[in-house]
C-alpha cells in the first residue's frame, strides 16, 4: 500500500458481504472490521475514499416483476454501523455509476468516506463488463483491492477495473497483502512435517486441493463426510454414511499416489455413528470400516481424535479446511473440537497455523480459538483456490505490468 494517497481519491474494493438478519440488521460484522485498517490508512494519508462491494446475489432473486430487490440487497444496509466503526459519517450512493455517482465522488473531500450501491445490482459486474469497469475507475485515481473473498471471480470490480489504473496506481489493502503472505507461508518453503486435515461434506468439492496436497504435504488427515468415500473405496463397510460412489476410483488413485509419493495420508480409524442425522439420533462409536446397515457416521471417533490430534502435535506446519463431522450437531462436533484443540496447541508450541475455508473457521471461531491459530482466512473459496495453486484473477489484475 505505497500508494500516495494525499489528495487523491481512492476506488476501494471491499468485501462487504456481511450476514443480515429479517430486519436487516449485521449479524456477524467481521468482514467489514477485516477492511477497516485499509480505510483508516487511507484516510489517515489524507485521501478520500470510495467503496465498493457486493451484497449477496441480487440477480439470482429478482422480485416477481424481474426487478432488483433493492430492499433486501441495498448496500445502504452499512452504512451506519460502517460509520460507527469509522467516527466518521459515510455517505452512501444509491447507484453503482452514473450521474449521480460521478457527482457524489467529484464533491468527496479527503478524509471523507463515500459507499456505492450494490455492484451486483448491475449484470456487468459478474461478467467483467469493460465499459462498466471504466466507468467504475473514472470516479477515482487510485485503485485498492481489498476483497480477498472475491479474489477468485473475474468481474469487474474485482479485476477488469484494475486495467485502467497504472501499475504505480494501483495496489493490494492490508487484508489483502496478509491473507497472500499466509498462504505463502504454507506453499512455498513450509516448516516440515506440514499436516494438512481437509474435512467436509464432499470429495468432489476438494479434489483439486488433495491433488495439490499430494504434492507438497508431509501428512494428510483426512474427516468429515469426504472420508467415507476413502473408506468404502478400500473395501470398508460404511453404511449409511455419506459416500459418493462416482468418486470410489479417484479415492483410490490419490491413495495410490499419495503412497508412491511417500505422504502419509491418515482416514478415521473409527467413528461416531448414528442410526439417523439428526442430533437426538441413537449413537456409538464404531470402527470406520465396520459400520452397521443404516447407520451412519457422523464424526470422527475417539481412537482418530487420538490419532489425529498426535500427527497435529508433531507438525510445524498446519493447513486445516473442513469440519471433521456434523458439527452443527453437538453430539457430533467433538471431532471438529478435538482438532481444533490440537491445531491450537501446536500453534502455542511454535507451529504455523492457517484456517481456511468456511465452515473450519466457523468452528474455531465458535470455540473462541481465532487467537489461538496463527492465521484465520476470511477468504473460502478464494483461499481454497490460491492453495490449489490458481492464480486468482483479482491478484493479477493488481500485479499486471508491475
Ligand atoms: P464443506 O462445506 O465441504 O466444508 O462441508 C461442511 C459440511 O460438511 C458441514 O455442514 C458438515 O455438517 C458436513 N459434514 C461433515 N462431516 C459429515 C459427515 N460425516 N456426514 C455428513 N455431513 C458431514
Sequence with gaps: MDLKFEGKKTLVRVDFNVPLDDKFNITDDTRIRAALPTIKHILKNKGAVILMSHLGRPLKKLNEDGSVNVEKFTLEHVVKHLGKLLRK???????????????MAK??????????????????????????????????????????????????????VAQFFKPNQKSFGFLMQKEIENAEKVLNNPERPLTAIIGGAKVSDKILLLEKLIDFADNLLIGGGMAYTFLKAQGGSVGNSLVEEDKLKLALRLL????KKGVKIYLPKDSTAADDFN?????????????????MGLDIGEKAQKEFAEVILNSKTLLWNGPMGVFEMKPFAKGTKAVARAVAKATSKGAFSLVGGGDSVAAVNQMGLSEKVSYVSTGGG????????????????????S
Excluded at 459519517?89 to 457527482?103: I, R
Excluded at 473514472?138 to 469487474?156: E, I, K, M, Q, S
Aim: proline share 4%; glycine share 8%; hydrophobic share 40%.
Design 256 to 259: 495410490a499416489k499419495a503412497e
Design 107 to 160: 464533491a468527496l473531500e479527503p478524509g471523507q468516506v463515500l459507499l456505492l450501491e450494490n455492484t451486483r445490482f448491475q449484470a456487468e459486474e459478474g461478467k467483467g463488463d469493460e465499459a462498466f469497469a471504466k466507468k467504475l475507475s473514472r470516479l477515482a485515481n487510485l485503485y485498492v483491492n481489498d476483497a480477498f473473498g472475491t479474489a477468485h471471480r473475474a468481474h469487474a470490480s474485482t479485476t477488469t
Design 279 to 295: 442430533a437426538r439420533a441413537k449413537k456409538a462409536n464404531k470402527f470406520s470400516k465396520r459400520i452397521p446397515k443404516g447407520w
Design 382 to 401: 478464494a483461499m481454497l483456490e490460491f492453495l490449489e495453486g490458481k492464480e486468482l484473477p483479482g491478484i493479477a489484475a493488481i500485479k499486471q505490468g
Design 89 to 103: 459519517k459515510v455517505q452512501f450512493c444509491p447507484v453503482t455509476v452514473g450521474k449521480q455517482a460521478t457527482q
